[in-house]
Structure formats: structure tokens, C-alpha cells
């Protein structure tokens, strides 16, 4: 019996890899703008390439571009829904990372010295209160365009090649 990958399994099992990458980044004690990094958008992007590579080799193949970017729509947006699904479940288990982020917001503020003190600190509170939302959105935008891009690049190249 041979179990056949669909494009939104292999999306699982490339968002899968993923978060295995970030968590081993995060609890190895790299920084946050560890090199490390890239290799989730490097898994990210092979991810893609493996299912709009093997689509094009399956006897569904139909030879057009629509075709061959809806295989990699169905990867990308189950990689983009599991990112999200991990990044705010590890956003609320890391409430630290909001502090963090609020007082460098804060230090920041303080130096341009153009408000008050308590406004600052209101700012703050609000950046604080809002992070774990802004993170979720960058990461729904991020994986989103990421993955357009990819798709749509190599779905373009495969086609060029396969019409050669």
C-alpha cells in the first residue's frame, strides 16, 4: 500500500518541520536574529518546490500554470494556518516576550523625549496589550506573501522548463 502526499499534507508535515526548527532555534539559546532563522523560510520554501515538483510529475498534471499554483496555494496556506496556529500558541506561552518588547518600546520613546512621561508609559501598556496581535498578523501577512512569491516564482519556472 503507498500512502499518496497531497498537497495539504505535505503542507502539514512542511509546517511540521518548521516549528521543530524554531523550537530547536528558540531553546538552544540562539538569539532572535539567530542565521538559524532562515532555515525555516529555506524548509518553507522547499516545502513548496517538493509538492509543485511532484505535481508536475503526476499524471494529473495538466500543464497549466493555474493548475500547478493551486497545488502550491493548498501547501502554502496549510503551512501559513499551522505558523499562525503555533506563533500565538507561543506568543501566550512566552507572556515575557511582550514585556520585553513594551519596555524597548518604552526605552525608545523616552529618548525621543517628545511626550510625557505618562503618556509614555500609557503607550506603553497599549504596545504591551496589543503584541501578541501584531505578532499574528505578521506572521498571516508574512507566511502569506512568502508563499505567493515562492509559488508563484517556481511554479513559473517549472512551467517555462516543462515548455522547453
Request: aromatic share 12%.
Amino acid at each position: 500500500m503507498q500512502i499518496r502526499l497531497h498537497a495539504a499534507l505535505k503542507g502539514a508535515i512542511t509546517a511540521i518541520l518548521m516549528i521543530g526548527i524554531a523550537l530547536a532555534v528558540y531553546y538552544s539559546g540562539q538569539p532572535a536574529n539567530s542565521p538559524f532563522q532562515y532555515l525555516i523560510y529555506a524548509v518553507y520554501a522547499l516545502g513548496i518546490i517538493w509538492t509543485l515538483l511532484a505535481y508536475r510529475r503526476s499524471a494529473s498534471f495538466t500543464g497549466k500554470f493555474p493548475d500547478l499554483f493551486s497545488q502550491g496555494f493548498r501547501c502554502f496556506i496549510v503551512v501559513t494556518l499551522m505558523m499562525v496556529m503555533f506563533t500565538l500558541a507561543f506568543t501566550k506561552m512566552h507572556p515575557e516576550f511582550a514585556e520585553e518588547a513594551a519596555t524597548m518600546y518604552k526605552e525608545q520613546q523616552l529618548k525621543e523625549k517628545n511626550k510625557l512621561p505618562a503618556d509614555i508609559e500609557a503607550d506603553a501598556d497599549k504596545y504591551k496589550k496589543s503584541y501578541t496581535t501584531v505578532i499574528v498578523y505578521g506572521a498571516i501577512i508574512g507566511y502569506l506573501i512568502i508563499g505567493a512569491g515562492v509559488t508563484a516564482a517556481a511554479s513559473g519556472l517549472l512551467m517555462r522548463r516543462n515548455n522547453s
